[in-house]
């Protein structure tokens, strides 16, 4: 009687098995799920699984779309353009499956990435915590990818679309909320950001290793990894995952004394450390891709300054790949150029406005781009600047004038050129809008000769020009402004837009030779 049991028992379980396994089969990609936004005006992405050779039918507003797995039971669909608005309902179908969406919204959609800047959480932004009491905007939603470092990682939170109401925001990056919050207002439909990010992260690491391969002067950030993970054996590396850890562990109880003593360990480089080249890319952006989206705002290249030059590469590049990724050749890229920060070199070379230039070049050398100047709201002291609110507002304004066509300033005093007679030095502008101004005497700039040797220069705007000079430069031929970690260069125009860091010479650079990381095995402990 009890084997008569056991077996109806195992029959059982094994029916309920093969059901749940079943009903497993129709799933839809992890960004799909209650109160998502999708982008308006463009054939929008959807894609999941189901059974090898399924047919699978995709309805929203009426409309319709078939398609079918296939052997590996992956499928996607590009369903036409939606009327704007919401709550609508999304149902998918395959076979005896069916899954049901019942809040779908339709508006604008914007990645929001980057490192620490761009992952600066609201609730520590100046005002943070009363913008947080008072937000009860339903139509705009976020998602936060989660953070994962490699293939087997734990999942750290969900990909659930959230109303930015005040249970909801504290943590969402204070840019990317202030950015939201303009579009919304002024657009009036619901507004998406998803929020892709990780503090201290490289643009190499959120490229392609296929991208990075592509461009001589960038393919040993990824020859120089593999060469070294070659000769570097799983024992040992997992050796130093343990070390690390302890370390860690050890560093941070350190901090909760009132004299820390110790230095914060550094991870080992290896395949599961994230800022391995494509290791955030593979890992993190990959699982929003190919989402249809109306843009990118971007907030990085701290993690990259000490390689400045190859910056002015690197970047595009990673650029171009989000683009195809995102099945958007055109797709509007947004960043923010850096801040002032007065320590972002130990020997105090300037080399964040090499960072700040390739930002720039970028700007003025890829279509659809756009770049707002912060250099006023840096702190020194601090690498996070707590006034994030005008960061995203400015990346709005761009959006405004370059996305949505409104006929609004969004760029402060670019560069031009320069005239040089006799001891003085005379620089045109573009976007001067309704005059250059200065909060006080100008600061900012320096002058040089022929021997190079920069001096500070007195500077005054005539014309909506600026003459720049100095009693000790007879002959100048160079004019920088701005062109320091920190920097209180304070022209910008009547709009109220601060003029980017720029220089008129083309002499060589302190990051011109820094190559790729290299990475060496440390000798056995």
Known sequence: MESKKSSIAIILLSLIFCIS????????????????????????????????????????????????????????????????????????????????????????????????????????????????LKASNKNIRFVMVPYKAFEGDKNRGDMNWRKATTENIPKISAVAYYFAKDLQAKLNVPVGIICCYKGGSGAQTWTSRESILSKPELAP????????????????????????????????????????????????????NYNRPAGLYENMLKRIIPYSVQGTIWYQGEHNSSRAKLYQSLFPVMIEQWRKDFNNPAMPFLFVQLPSYEKADTGNRPIWPELREA??????????????????????????????????????????NKVYGFNVPYSGPLYKKVEFKINKAILSFDFIYDGLISDSDLKGFTICGDDKIFVPAKAEIKDNQIIVWSESISSPVAVRYGWENWTDGNLKNKAGFMASPFRTDDFKLLTEAVKPPKFKIPPTQ
Not at 32 to 38: D, K
Not at 56 to 83: E, F, H, R, Y
Not at 97 to 125: D, K
Request: aromatic share 8%.
């Open 359 to 400: 930002q720039l070049m970028t700007w003025q050398k890829v279509k659809n781009t756009g770049m707002a100047v912060t250099i006023d709201l840096g702190e020194k002291d601090n690498i996070h600047p707590t006034n994030k609110e005008p960061v995203g507002i400015r990346l709005s304004a761009i959006a405004f």
């Open 221 to 272: 950030y990824v020859e120089n990894y593999e060469k070294y993970i070659s000769k570097l054996g799983k024992a040992e590396y997992l050796a130093m995952i343990d070390k690390y850890e302890v370390d860690l562990k050890r560093y941070n109880d350190s901090t909760k004394v009132v004299r820390p003593g110790l230095k914060k360990p550094s991870e080992p480089m290896g395949e599961r």
């Open 21 to 132: 396994s079943y009903a497993q089969q129709l799933k839809l990609a992890e960004l799909f799920n209650e109160g998502a936004v999708l982008q308006r005006n463009v054939k929008v992405a959807v894609w999941g699984t189901s059974a090898p050779l399924a047919k699978v039918s995709v309805s929203i507003q009426g409309k319709t779309t078939d398609t079918q797995t296939d052997k590996n039971g992956n499928w996607d669909v590009s369903i036409p353009a939606l009327n704007v608005g919401g709550p609508y309902k999304m149902t998918v179908i395959s076979g005896k499956e069916t899954i049901i969406i019942n809040e779908i919204y339709v508006g604008e959609v914007w990645i929001a990435g980057g490192q620490s800047n761009m992952a600066f959480m609201l609730e520590n932004s100046d005002n943070g915590k009363d913008e947080i």
